[in-house]
C-alpha cells in the first residue's frame, strides 16, 4: 500500500537554502512528525542538500539503508567511521551490506593511524580507560567533521530514536548541530520492536554478534553481553559506566574541541612550569561566545526566545473558535508548544509530541495518585500516551508528577456559559459532594483574554472497556444519572450527553486485554461527567416553566453531529433538562437495548426517550426507579456477563475516520492500544461478512479482502498473519527458523527450504506468533453459523482435556473475539494422514489405529464429527515441502502422532440424553453443497445415528488407501464390516479399535515390514468429475 502524499508542507526551496531559521526549522518539524520514515528520507531526498548517511550499521541505520534501496536508485553515499576496535562481524556486515544494496562506502579513521598498533603508539595504550572524551573525539568526532569538509557534506542520515531514552528521549526528526550540521532522524519515532519487525520482515542483513547475547554493538572494548535483567536496547554498552549514553558523535563539537585544547594547554602548561593562564583564558572565552559558522548553524534565536516572546504576547493569541479551527495534527506544535513556558511558570509541564499526534508525559517518573483515577496493574508497567482529540485539549504534569488535563475554555467572548456553570458545580466544597460526578476544575489560568481551565486527568468513556456485569452497568448508569439530577437540582443543563462525555476513573493508557469483560476492580470505579461547552445555569428562583429559552441544537446544525430529540429538530423553544434525559436514554439504549432479560430496565430507557418530552420522567425520577429495580433483579441475572454491542456514536466516528484518514496508511507505527481502537471502533463499523459469505470469496482474494485488512487485530494479539507471494502460496512474515512447539516436527529436506501454504480454506490463514512458532487461525463462528463447532471445541479441545494421549483432536490454543466473528488459534501442522504414502503396512496399521482411538475419545464425550475423510485426519509433520526420496521410507524414529481437525459439521449431545435420540437428518449441508461420500442412512432423509455414520465414513476413507492389500484380509475384513450398509451391523469405534490391535499381533511381522503399493486417493466427487 503507498503512502498517501503528505499536505500542508512548508513552502521551503528545494533544496534547503543555508541557514535556515528557528522558525523554518519548527514548522519543518510539525510537518515530519506525522510521517512515516519512508515519507521522511523521501522527504530528505527532496529537500536536504549534500546528503550523506553516516552509520555504525546498527539496526535503525540498516533499516534506513533499505527503505532508501526502495524509495531511489542512488540512495546517499554511506560514511562508515572505522574506529579501528570493532569487532570482526561489525567488518563482515560492511561487506554485506556493500554486496547487498551496492552504495558507496567511505571510510574514515584516526586520523593518521590505519592500524590499532599505530593508534596505540600515536596516543597510547588504552586511551579508552585513561581518557574517555578524548578518545571518542579522536576516533569519532574528528574523523567525522573530516569527512564532513571533506566530502561537503550538509546533511547527514542518522540511526538515533527516541525510544532510545538517555540524551535521545526528546528527538526531533530534524536537527542542527552546534556545527550547523543538519541531522536527519528518520527512524525517531520508531521503538525496537518496529526495528527488529522490520529487520526480519525485509530480511534486512544485520550483525551476527545480535543473536549472541548482545543487544547493541559497538567498539569490542566498550561492549559487553547483557545481562539477566539488563533494561534498554543498548544494555551492554559502556558497562558500569551509568553517566556514558552516548559515543560523543552526537554531543557538542565545539565544546568537546574546546575541552580536548583546554586539557592540552593545562598539561603543556604544568609541563613547563608556567600557569598558561593567558592560553586558558582564550579557550575559555571562544568556549563562551557563540561559534561563528560558515554553514547552516546560524539559527535565529533559540527555541526558548521564540516561545518566551509568544508567551509574553498573549494579546496575539488565537480566539476559541479559531483555537477549534485549527487542524488537529498542528494543534499542538501552533497552540500549545509555543506557550509551554506559561504554562510552566504556573506549575504545569506540557507532555511532549511523540509520533503521529501522540504526547507521552514529559518525564519518565510514575505518576502520583490524586485520588480522582487509578492505574490498572497492566498498565502500570507500560509507557503512557495521550491521543488528543480535540485541539482544545493538552494533557500536562504537575511539579510533584500529578497529571492534568488543561482545557481552553474561554475566549472571554466565547464561553462564558462554560466558565459559569463550572464554577458552580465544579469549584469549591461543592465539587467535593458525593453526589456531584463533575470532573472538578481545579484551577483557572489567565493568558490574556484566554481562560485555561485544569482537570484531572482520568480515562475512558463509560462503556469502554465492556461492563463485565449486569451490576458493573446498572452502577454505571446510577452514577450518571445521580450526577445529572444534581446538575439540575442547581438549574444546570448539560446538553450533550453522551457516551465520550461520561468518563470513568480509569487512567488513560493501556488497558489490560486479559482483563476484557472481567470486573473493573476491586472496588467500583467512579464515573464522571465532563465538557460543559454547551451547558445553560438558570437562577435558581426562576419560573421553572420559563426555562424553556433554548432553541434548536447547541450548535449550528451544519455542524452538530449528535442524536438529536424531536423538540430539538422542531425550531421551537424547548426544555432543555428533558432534553438532557432523551439524550441519557439514547446513550443507556444503545449500549443495552439488546439486554432482553432485564425487560423493566430496557421499559425504564425507552421512557426517558418518549417523543413527548413531557411523558419522560425526570433523572431524579429515573435514578429512585432504576435503584428500585436493581433490588428486584435476581442475583444471578445481576452478575451474569452481558454481551456488548458495539458502539459508535456520533463524535466517536469523527475520531474514528480522523484515526483511518492519519493513520490507515501508516501501520507500523501505530501504538498498541491503537490497535485496539480501530479493531473495536472501525472494524464494527464496517459491513463484516458472515462465515457463509466469509466461505464463499474466492480463493484468490479471500486474504486481500478478508485477512489482510484485520492483519492489526491479529498483530495486537500477537499473531503476525503470514504474507501474500503475489502468486498464490502465502509465505512466513519472517526468514526465522520456526519454533519447535512439540505438536510437529521439521523433516530434513523440507527445513532448508522456503515454506509455503495455499489457502485451500478462505476460512484459513497461517501466522506466527513473536517467538516464531507458525499457528493457524482459522475463522470458526459469526455468532450464529458454528455455534456448534465452538462448543465441540471447548469440549473436547480446551483445558486439561486437550492434552489426554487418547485424545487426538488438535488442541485449540486460543479463541479471537472481533465484533461478532470468533476466530481460533491452532498449531500448524501437516498433511492428510496418508502423504506421503506409509512405507509398510505397520504405518498404515499405526496411522488407523491413531485415529480410531481419537475417534473413539470423541463418541465417549458424545460427539460426532461428521466429517471423518482424510483431508481432516493430519500429522506430525510441518507443512511445507516433502523428501521425494523418502517416499516409501520409514517416516521417522518415532511415531508420528495423528490429529482430528475441522469440528465444523460436528455435534454434541448431551451426556444424560437418550442415546436413542441421538439423531441427525441428511447431510450436514444441503445436497447441491454436499461433496462427500454419502452413508445410505444418510440419503434416505430419515433421523439416523451421526455416530455410526462416522464409523461409515473412517471405513470407507481407509478402505480407499488400502483395499488393494490382499495380503491382510483380516483388516481389510475389518474395514467392509465398518461400510455395511445396516448401521446397527457395524461395529463402534472402540471396538474396532480393539480388533485392530488385536489384528495388529497376528500378522507375521515379514508381512508389516513388507512396502506396501499406493493408490491414488480419489473421492467420488473427483471420479464424478
Aim: charged share 25%; with cysteine.
Amino acid at each position: 500500500m503507498s503512502a498517501p502524499t503528505p499536505t500542508l508542507a512548508p513552502d521551503l526551496p528545494k533544496p534547503l537554502q543555508l541557514p535556515i531559521s528557528q522558525d523554518d526549522l519548527d514548522k519543518i518539524n510539525a510537518y515530519l512528525n506525522p510521517l512515516t520514515p519512508e515519507e521522511i528520507l523521501q522527504w530528505a531526498i527532496d529537500y536536504l542538500p549534500s546528503l550523506y548517511q553516516t552509520t555504525a550499521f546498527g539496526l535503525t541505520g540498516l533499516v534506513a539503508i533499505d527503505m532508501l534501496s526502495k524509495i531511489t536508485q542512488s540512495p546517499p553515499p554511506l560514511i562508515f567511521l572505522d574506529t579501528l576496535y570493532h569487532f570482526p562481524e561489525t567488518y563482515e556486515l560492511v561487506e554485506d551490506v556493500k554486496k547487498r544494496y551496492g552504495v558507496p562506502v567511505t571510510v574514515y579513521r584516526p586520523d593518521g593511524c590505519e592500524t590499532v598498533e599505530g593508534f596505540g603508539t600515536k596516543y597510547g595504550q588504552k586511551l579508552w580507560e585513561t581518557d574517555e572524551d578524548k578518545y571518542d573525539f579522536i576516533v569519532k568526532v574528528e574523523p567525522a567533521r573530516r569527512a564532513y569538509e571533506e566530502l561537503g557534506v550538509k546533511s547527514v542520515i542518522t540511526g538515533r530514536r527516541a525510544s532510545q531514552g538517555a540524551a535521545r528521549a526528546s528527538l526531533q526528526p530534524l536537527e542542527v548541530d552546534s556545527t550547523g550540521l543538519l541531522k536527519l532522524n528518520p527512524l525517531f519515532a520508531w521503538n525496537f520492536h518496529l526495528v527488529d519487525w522490520y529487520i526480519k520482515s525485509n530480511n534486512v542483513p544485520h550483525n551476527k554478534l545480535l543473536s549472541q547475547g548482545y543487544k547493541s554493538v559497538g567498539d569490542w572494548h566498550s561492549t559487553v553481553k547483557s545481562g539477566e535483567g539488563d533494561e534498554g536496547e543498548r544494555a551492554g554498552r559502556w558497562a558500569g559506566k551509568e553517566e556514558k549514553t552516548e559515543c560523543g558523535l552526537h554531543v557538542d563539537y565545539f565544546a568537546m574541541k574546546a575541552k580536548l585544547k583546554k586539557e592540552k594547554e593545562e598539561q603543556e602548561a604544568a609541563k613547563s612550569g608556567t600557569e598558561g593562564m593567558k592560553g586558558t583564558n582564550e579557550v575559555v572565552s571562544a568556549s563562551a561566545a557563540p561559534v561563528s559558522v560558515p554553514v547552516v548553524g546560524a539559527i535565529i534565536g533559540s527555541t526558548e526566545d521564540v516561545a518566551d516572546a509568544l508567551s509574553q504576547d498573549s494579546s496575539q493569541a488565537p480566539s476559541l473558535p479559531e483555537w477549534k479551527a485549527t487542524i488537529l495534527e498542528r494543534s499542538y506544535m501552533e497552540l500549545w508548544y509555543p506557550r509551554r513556558h506559561f504554562f510552566r511558570g504556573k506549575g504545569y509541564q506540557l507532555w511532549k509530541s511523540r509520533r503521529n499526534g501522540l504526547l507521552s508525559p514529559p518525564n519518565d517518573n510514575p505518576r502520583t495518585p490524586d485520588g480522582f483515577s487509578y492505574e490498572l496493574e497492566y498498565s502500570a508497567t507500560r509507557p503512557h500516551s495521550f491521543s488528543p482529540l480535540r485541539t482544545i485539549h493538552c494533557p500536562a504534569r504537575t511539579i510533584d508528577d500529578r497529571d492534568v488535563l488543561i482545557v481552553l475554555l474561554s475566549d472571554g467572548a466565547t464561553g462564558i456559559n462554560t466558565i459559569e456553570c463550572l464554577q458552580h458545580v465544579a469549584t469549591g466544597a461543592v465539587a467535593g459532594i458525593d453526589r456531584n460526578h463533575t470532573l472538578p476544575l481545579l484551577q483557572q489560568l489567565h493568558y490574556g483574554n484566554l481562560i485555561f481551565g485544569v482537570f484531572p486527568l482520568v480515562g475512558y468513556p463509560f462503556h469502554f472497556p465492556w461492563f463485565s456485569s449486569m451490576t458493573e452497568a446498572v452502577d454505571a448508569m446510577s452514577q450518571v444519572l445521580e450526577g445529572v439530577a444534581f446538575l439540575h437540582d442547581r438549574s444546570i443543563a448539560h446538553r450533550d450527553l453522551f457516551t465520550d462525555n461520561m468518563l470513568y476513573s480509569c487512567r488513560p493508557g493501556y488497558f489490560d486485554p486479559e482483563r476484557y469483560g472481567s470486573p473493573r476492580d476491586f472496588h467500583l470505579p467512579r464515573y464522571y461527567i465532563i465538557d460543559f461547552e454547551w451547558a445553560v445555569r438558570f437562577s435558581s428562583d426562576s419560573d421553572p416553566a420559563t426555562r424553556t429559552t433554548v432553541v434548536g441544537p447547541p450548535s449550528s446544525r451544519n455542524n452538530y453531529g449528535r442524536a438529536a430529540p424531536p423538540e430539538m429538530r422542531s425550531g421551537k423553544p424547548y426544555c432543555p433538562f428533558k432534553s438532557d434525559v432523551w439524550q441519557v436514554g439514547r446513550t443507556f439504549l444503545d449500549c443495552f437495548q439488546h439486554l432482553e432479560h432485564v425487560p423493566e430496565v430496557i421499559d425504564l430507557l425507552r421512557s426517558m426517550i418518549a417523543d413527548d418530552p413531557d411523558a419522560r420522567p425526570t433523572a431524579r425520577a429515573v435514578l429512585e426507579c432504576l435503584n428500585e429495580l436493581r433490588v428486584t433483579i435476581s442475583p444471578n441475572i445481576l452478575q451474569q456477563p452481558i454481551d456488548e454491542i458495539p458502539l459508535v456514536d456520533d463524535e466517536e466516528l469523527v475520531a474514528a475516520m480522523l484515526v483511518l484518514t492519519h493513520y490507515a496508511q501508516r501501520p507500523l507505527i501505530l501504538a498498541e492500544y491503537l490497535w485496539d481502537f480501530v479493531t473495536r471502533i472501525l472494524l464494527p463499523m464496517q459491513k463484516v461478512p458472515s462465515l457463509p459469505e466469509w466461505k464463499a470469496t474466492a480463493g484468490e482474494l479471500a486474504y486481500k479482502e478478508l485477512w489482510y485488512p484485520r492483519r492489526h487485530f491479529f498483530q495486537g494479539k500477537g499473531y503476525q498473519l503470514w504474507k501474500s507471494s503475489g502468486n498464490g502460496p502465502l509465505l512466513p512474515p519472517n526468514d526465522d527458523p520456526r519454533t519447535p512447539d512439540g505438536f510437529s516436527y521439521e523433516m530434513e529436506y523440507s527445513s532448508m527450504r522456503d515454506h509455503f501454504y495455499y489457502q485451500y480454506r478462505t476460512n484459513q490463514c497461517p501466522a506466527r506468533t513473536i517467538d516464531n512458532r507458525d499457528i493457524l487461525i482459522v475463522l470458526l463462528s459469526d455468532g450464529v453459523t458454528g455455534v456448534n463447532t465452538v462448543d465441540c471445541l471447548q469440549h473436547v479441545a480446551t483445558g486439561a482435556v486437550a492434552g489426554i494421549d487418547r485424545n487426538h483432536t488438535l488442541p485449540l490454543l486460543q479463541q479471537l473475539c472481533c465484533g461478532n466473528l470468533v476466530f481460533g488459534v491452532f498449531p500448524l501442522v501437516g498433511h492428510p494422514f496418508h502423504i506421503p504414502w506409509f512405507s509398510s503396512m505397520t504405518e498404515a496399521v499405526d496411522a488407523m489405529s491413531q485415529i480410531l482411538e481419537g475417534v473413539s475419545f470423541l463418541h465417549d464425550r458424545n460427539v460426532a464429527h461428521r466429517d471423518l475423510f482424510n483431508d481432516n485426519m493430519l500429522y506430525s509433520s510441518r507443512y511445507g515441502y516433502k523428501d521425494p526420496k523418502r517416499s516409501g521410507q520409514p517416516r521417522d524414529f518415532h511415531l508420528p502422532r495423528y490429529y482430528i481437525i475441522d469440528f465444523e459439521w460436528a455435534v454434541r449431545f448431551s451426556t444424560d440424553s437418550d442415546p436413542a435420540t441421538r439423531t441427525v437428518v441428511g447431510p450436514p449441508n444441503s445436497w447441491d453443497d454436499y461433496a462427500r461420500a454419502a452413508p445410505p442412512e444418510m440419503r434416505t432423509e430419515k433421523p439416523h445415528c451421526p455416530f455410526k455414520s462416522d464409523i461409515w465414513q473412517l471405513g470407507r476413507t481407509f478402505l480407499d488407501c488400502f483395499q488393494h492389500l490382499e495380503h491382510v484380509p483380516d483388516v481389510i475384513q475389518l474395514l467392509r464390516s465398518m461400510i455395511a450398509d445396516d448401521p446397527d451391523a457395524r461395529p463402534t469405534a472402540r471396538a474396532a479399535l480393539k480388533r485392530l490391535n488385536e489384528l495388529r499381533f497376528t500378522i507375521s511381522p515379514s508381512i508389516l515390514q513388507q512396502p506396501i503399493d499406493e493408490i491414488p486417493w480419489i473421492e467420488e466427487d473427483e471420479l464424478e468429475n
